[in-house]
C-alpha cells in the first residue's frame, strides 16, 4: 500500500517510478491524484491492483504489460491516457465507473476482456482503445456515441462484439465456463 499522504496533502506517482519492479499488489490511496506515465510498467509480479477514489489522471503506459486481471477505475478518473493497460494479458474484467470522460488511443489493447460497459459520462473513445480485443463479444452503451456491433469506431470497442446495448450484462457463468446467448444462439466465450 502506498502512503496515505505526504507532507498531508496529495501527489502524483512519478514516471517510470516502479515500472519493471517485482511488485505483486499495488494500492493506490485517495490522495493520490495523478498515476505518471510508465508509473508501473511491465511489472509481471503485479497481479492485484486497487484505485481508491481520488485519483484523476492515469498517464500513458502506466500499467501496460502487466499481470492484473481485473481493475475498477474509480468515477474520480476523467482521462485514460494511451496505452494505460496496453497488453496486460491477464485483463479479463474492466469496470469503468460513472465520471470517466475520455478512454485514449490503445487503452485496452490487447487485453482478454469479454464484456465492457461505456458509462453515460464517457463524450470520446480514441482510435485503437480496444483493438486487438477480440475477445470482446458484449458492449453495454450507457454513453451518447453511437457504438455499432463490428464497428471499428469508437476505438474498435465493438469491432469483435456479438451484441450492443444498454441493459444489464447478458454473460452467464456456469460452471467457470462464461456464456453469451444471442439471437437465440448460445455462444461459449470463455
Not at 25 to 53: D, K, M, Q, W, Y
Not at 120 to 131: G, L, M, P, R, W
Amino acid at each position: 500500500t502506498l502512503p496515505s499522504s505526504y507532507n498531508g496533502g496529495s501527489y502524483a506517482i512519478a514516471r517510470y517510478a516502479f515500472a519493471k519492479s517485482d511488485l505483486t499488489s499495488v494500492v493506490i490511496p485517495s490522495c493520490v491524484t495523478e498515476i505518471g506515465e510508465f508509473a508501473f510498467f511491465e511489472c509481471r509480479s503485479l497481479v492485484s491492483l486497487t484505485i481508491a477514489n481520488g485519483v484523476n489522471r492515469i498517464g500513458y503506459d502506466a500499467f501496460a504489460e502487466t499481470d492484473i486481471p481485473s481493475v475498477e477505475i474509480p468515477g474520480s478518473v476523467t482521462e485514460l491516457v494511451g496505452d494505460c493497460f496496453r497488453d496486460c494479458r491477464l485483463l479479463s474484467e474492466v469496470i469503468l465507473n460513472e465520471g470517466i470522460e475520455y478512454i485514449g488511443y490503445s487503452t485496452f489493447a490487447g487485453c482478454p476482456i469479454c464484456t465492457v460497459t461505456i458509462p453515460s459520462t464517457v463524450t470520446e473513445i480514441e482510435n485503437y482503445a480496444f483493438d486487438r480485443c477480440d475477445r470482446l463479444v458484449e458492449v453495454i452503451n450507457r454513453s451518447a456515441l453511437d457504438i455499432e456491433v463490428r464497428s471499428d469506431a469508437n476505438g474498435s470497442v465493438a469491432l469483435y462484439a456479438l451484441t450492443v446495448h444498454t441493459g444489464a450484462s447478458a454473460i452467464v457463468n456456469e460452471n467457470g465456463f462464461l456464456f453469451l446467448t444471442v439471437d437465440g444462439i448460445n455462444y461459449l466465450v470463455g
